[in-house]
Nanobody
Framework: QVHLVESGGGLVQAGGSLVLSCAASGSFFSINDMGWYRQSPGKQRELVAVVTWGGDTNYADSVKGRSTISRDNAKNTVSLQMNSLKPEDTAVYFC????????????????WGQGTQVTVSS
């Protein structure tokens, strides 16, 4: 199993910045993708940003250019720096990892954090 601990959410004014962090622990062989999703009331959960083991990144158009995702493979952590925050960024943000649990079994499993609230006031 994989346990994810998220931190960094909170209340921030529009135009401000914050950093979300997520640390993965447990028993696994490797973490493939690490990413962040978000969900607002009444909306579906959506991808914010994802980073592969090799460092390739992908961002939602809504955050592209004002967000940076990074990971530390040695520490099994992923961070999301968000700048120029807007009220529409208000949501619960979830850490997501895709993990290969065993070296001998190349199956990838997905795990989610509990979520951290980000509120951007106008």
């Amino acid at each position: 199993q994989v346990h994810l601990v998220e931190s960094g959410g909170g209340l921030v004014q529009a135009g401000g910045s914050l950093v979300l962090s997520c640390a993965a622990s447990g028993s696994f062989f490797s973490i493939n993708d690490m990413g962040w999703y978000r969900q607002s009331p009444g909306k579906q959960r959506e991808l914010v940003a994802v980073v592969t083991w090799g460092g390739d990144t992908n961002y939602a158009d809504s955050v592209k250019g004002r967000s940076t995702i990074s990971r530390d493979n040695a520490k099994n952590t992923v961070s999301l720096q968000m700048n120029s925050l807007k009220p529409e960024d208000t949501a619960v943000y979830f850490c997501n990892v895709k993990v290969q649990l065993s070296r001998l079994r190349p199956f990838v499993y997905e795990f989610w954090g509990q979520g951290t609230q980000v509120t951007v006031s106008s």
